[in-house]
């Protein structure tokens, strides 16, 4: 390829990269609300979320960037840029999933840690501060690398939007080279390194959380297991 083509995928991966880093942090702020709000004492609050959870787990995230992105503007009569309406759609869509990780690791921690932090008077805020969120977060890291490597496949899907991410620059260099081998075998190279990279850096984050809880990494491990039907949000 000539080097106007590699400039071109080039600030294709920097796009990607972007809206891989936006969405992953509204999908964490949203997976923690949302998990957190799950475990609520109100039975409002749990149905809300509980709510919000399956409708976004349930649609796909395709469908959700049309919504956003071509459904909003005249109901509302504003219009997201591309980055923002990609953003807004996968890390609700994502966020969905996240808040399933959450509720599922809090749920997890031994129920005497719990009575330890009534007996001590603390309030249910502190308790969630200084009791379960110290020792659920550690437990969160390996689905939630899962998540963070679907949600980079997951960020082609705005290339329907006309936006400029790798898989949207990939085309127009097979375009232009009339030659699909060649450019697709690099696009999937670059996701892959791209993917490799986000593994080992929560892996490494798992350790270090780890070790703040006195707790060890299994050797051998990477990711847990897919979470139940993700492939179904795109």
């Known amino acids: 390829m000539t ?4 400039e071109l995928v080039l600030r294709g991966v920097w796009v990607t990269v972007q809206l891989l880093f936006f969405s992953a942090l509204l999908a964490t702020a949203v997976s923690f609300v949302v998990g ?3 475990t609520h004492r109100l039975w409002i609050v749990r149905f809300l979320a509980g709510f919000y959870t399956e409708v976004f787990r349930g649609t796909s995230a395709l469908v959700m960037i049309f919504w956003v992105f071509f459904v909003l503007p005249p109901a509302f009569g504003w219009q997201l840029v591309p980055m923002w309406a990609g953003t807004l759609a996968l890390g609700l869509t994502y966020g ?10 809090l749920a997890a921690v031994d129920p005497a840690q719990q009575e330890g932090g009534i007996a001590l ?3 249910p805020w502190q308790r969630m501060r200084l009791i379960l969120l110290p020792q659920a977060v550690p437990e969160m890291i390996p689905p939630f690398s899962n998540l963070l490597i679907e949600l980079l496949k997951g960020t082609a899907l705005v290339s329907i939007m006309g936006m ?4 949207f620059s990939g085309n127009l260099v097979r375009l232009a080279l009339q030659e699909s ?10 996701y892959f390194v791209i993917a490799f990279l986000l593994t080992r850096g929560m892996r490494g984050l798992e350790k ?4 703040g809880v006195g707790k060890a990494v299994p050797k051998g491990r990477t990711v847990a297991p897919e979470p139940a039907g993700i492939g179904g949000a795109r």
């Open 181 to 190: 081998a060649e450019i697709y075998t690099y696009v999937l190279l670059i």
């Open 164 to 167: 400029g991410d790798l898989a």
């Open 3 to 6: 080097s106007g083509l590699w």
């Open 36 to 38: 957190v709000a799950r």
């Open 121 to 123: 008077s603390f309030t």
């Open 208 to 211: 270090k959380l780890k070790a």
């Open 96 to 105: 969905a999933y996240g808040s399933e990780i959450v509720r599922g690791a």
